[in-house]
């Protein structure tokens, strides 16, 4: 069977992994398929960004799912589409994501990496017990280079450490919201004193952040537009620099020997 490639998004403080998940599905699906999965068990966030209808979610395919693996037909009748991405919204009420369990979680992915070319995954905060699909590969942490976003990484390293979780020394760090005000040499800093490495770093773009809130669309970054100027004209030039940046972060993850595969 064809094997799909995963991308697990995690971070220790609000520094941005379900705007980067939901921006690296977005320019993933302008060139295949993709599905983006809200696994943020504690705050669900991409159906209210994208206002997506949660009355089909990641908690009601768990929920037929009880007895056996998922299917192909049950998660595509789970899923919502946007704009040209799947999408599968996380659980909305409290007690929901008890009935999340690993074991569902790994036919969820056996299925999806079946049915779709790339699986993106908002996971929320970091936690030990990261689905075992991913445990063995790169999970991608999104990391703010600002002395609160490096404090939290730190603390968030020393818990998972003594809680003996294995997937951090396989991860690599995305470093979001990055701009004249962040701290010099991050990606040595990190490397030489966890030894993690930064995959890439994306722009602080806070006025790309506020239209997508405004008008719940990522066609800034799906839309299939080669032209720089042509983008620039059309969504202005923060989203210009937001899709460079990812262009060349997803370049990496797909070469790189690390990359996150699932074999089903």
Same mark, same amino acid.
């Not at 068990?41 to 209210?48: G, H, K, M, Q, S």
């Not at 979610?57 to 037909?73: G, K």
């Not at 040499?185 to 239209?211: A, H, K, T």
């Given at each position: 069977?064809?094997? #799909?490639?995963?991308?697990?998004?995690? *971070?220790?403080?609000?520094?941005?992994?379900?705007? !980067?998940?939901?921006? @690296?599905?977005?320019? @993933? *699906?302008?060139?295949?398929?993709?599905?983006?999965?809200? @696994?943020?068990?504690?705050?669900?966030?991409? =159906?209210?960004? +994208?206002?997506? =209808?949660?009355?089909?979610?990641?908690?009601?395919? =768990?929920?037929?799912? $009880? @007895?056996?693996? !998922?299917?192909?037909?049950?998660?595509?009748?789970?899923?919502?589409?946007?704009?040209?991405?799947?999408?599968?919204?996380?659980?909305?009420?409290?007690?929901?994501?008890?009935?999340?369990?690993?074991?569902?979680? %790994?036919? +969820?992915?056996?299925?999806?990496?079946?049915?779709?070319?790339? /699986?993106?995954?908002?996971?929320?905060? /970091?936690?030990?017990? &990261?689905?075992?699909?991913?445990?063995?590969?790169?999970? +991608?942490?999104?990391?703010?280079?600002?002395? +609160? #976003?490096?404090?939290?990484?730190?603390?968030?390293?020393?818990?998972?450490?003594?809680?003996?979780?294995?997937?951090?020394?396989?991860?690599?760090?995305?470093?979001?919201?990055?701009?004249?005000?962040?701290?010099? *040499?991050?990606? *040595?800093?990190?490397?030489?004193?966890?030894?993690?490495? &930064?995959?890439?770093?994306?722009?602080? &773009?806070?006025?790309?952040?506020?239209?997508?809130?405004?008008?719940?669309?990522? %066609?800034?970054?799906?839309?299939?537009?080669?032209?720089?100027?042509?983008?620039?004209?059309?969504?202005?030039?923060?989203? !210009?620099?937001?899709?460079?940046?990812?262009?060349?972060? =997803? $370049?990496?993850?797909?070469?790189?020997?690390?990359?996150?595969?699932?074999? /089903?």
């Amino acid at each position: 069977m064809p094997e #799909g490639r995963l991308w697990g998004i995690v *971070s220790a403080r609000p520094d941005g992994a379900t705007a !980067v998940a939901a921006a @690296l599905a977005a320019l @993933l *699906s302008s060139g295949s398929r993709t599905l983006l999965c809200d @696994l943020n068990l504690e705050r669900a966030e991409i =159906a209210p960004l +994208l206002d997506i =209808a949660d009355s089909r979610s990641v908690y009601q395919l =768990a929920y037929a799912a $009880q @007895l056996a693996p !998922v299917t192909a037909e049950e998660l595509e009748a789970h899923v919502s589409w946007h704009e040209g991405m799947a999408i599968l919204p996380g659980p909305s009420e409290p007690g929901q994501a008890d009935l999340i369990s690993d074991h569902f979680l %790994q036919s +969820l992915l056996e299925t999806a990496t079946r049915r779709f070319d790339s /699986v993106v995954l908002d996971l929320g905060r /970091v936690r030990a017990d &990261v689905p075992t699909a991913l445990s063995e590969n790169s999970v +991608l942490w999104v990391v703010a280079p600002s002395r +609160l #976003g490096l404090a939290a990484f730190d603390h968030a390293w020393r818990r998972l450490g003594a809680e003996g979780a294995i997937w951090p020394a396989a991860a690599r760090v995305i470093l979001n919201r990055a701009g004249p005000h962040s701290l010099a *040499s991050v990606p *040595s800093f990190l490397e030489r004193n966890y030894g993690i490495q &930064v995959l890439g770093e994306l722009p602080d &773009v806070p006025g790309f952040w506020q239209e997508v809130e405004s008008t719940r669309s990522l %066609q800034a970054l799906s839309a299939q537009i080669p032209e720089q100027d042509r983008i620039r004209g059309a969504y202005g030039e923060e989203a !210009v620099r937001l899709r460079a940046a990812l262009q060349s972060l =997803a $370049q990496k993850r797909t070469s790189s020997p690390k990359a996150a595969q699932i074999n /089903v």
